[in-house]
């Protein structure tokens, strides 16, 4: 409705607590300029952007739509259509694992080759190949989100070095 209104909402979020119950994530009431819902990991998910201009941009914002509580349409019209314009559904869940949103980065990787599918399987065609170092090693390089949940993925894949950027390589060693 507040899509279709053009109009900016607020909301609870939720999460679970150690009873396995939801509760509000904090006493924070978020805000949003919601675009569209996705379909992603067998959940719907509600994609827009932060009300709040910083540097230019309105920062990217992704929930859970089952997490979504007292959800209100506001009075504010919605901000964002010019970054809203180039998104694409299919590369944005590509590039996330869990759908945590945060700022892409390009990352480098060694793989076993018989990793490669796995990586494509994940990222599609936006997985490139940099370099074949023999008979079982590739150099591969593709855009990500760092979160938590990707390097844990990387970690669960074995038989794969970050090889670049620095800040991931460290985020993996602390892990």
Known sequence: NAINRNKCI?????TY???????NKSDRTYTLSPF???????????????????NGKYKERCYRVDKLNNIRI???????Y???????ANKFVSRRIGMFTGEEEKITLKIEKNK????????????QIVDTLD???LVVSFNAVSSEPFLGWLIGLSGV?????????EKIKKL
């Open 17 to 23: 607590d150690e009873n396995m119950k939801l509760v």
């Open 74 to 80: 506001l009075q504010q019209d919605r901000v964002g």
């Open 161 to 169: 070095e970050v090889l670049a950027p620095q800040s991931v390589r």
């Open 36 to 54: 569209t819902a996705i379909w992603a990991y067998d959940r719907y998910y509600l994609y827009g952007y932060d009300t709040v201009e910083k």
């Open 135 to 137: 008979d079982n090693h």
């Open 10 to 14: 607020s909301f609870d979020y939720l």
């Open 82 to 88: 010019d970054q809203f314009e180039s998104f694409n």
């Open 116 to 127: 490669f599918s796995l990586l494509v399987d994940q990222f599609g065609k936006y997985v």
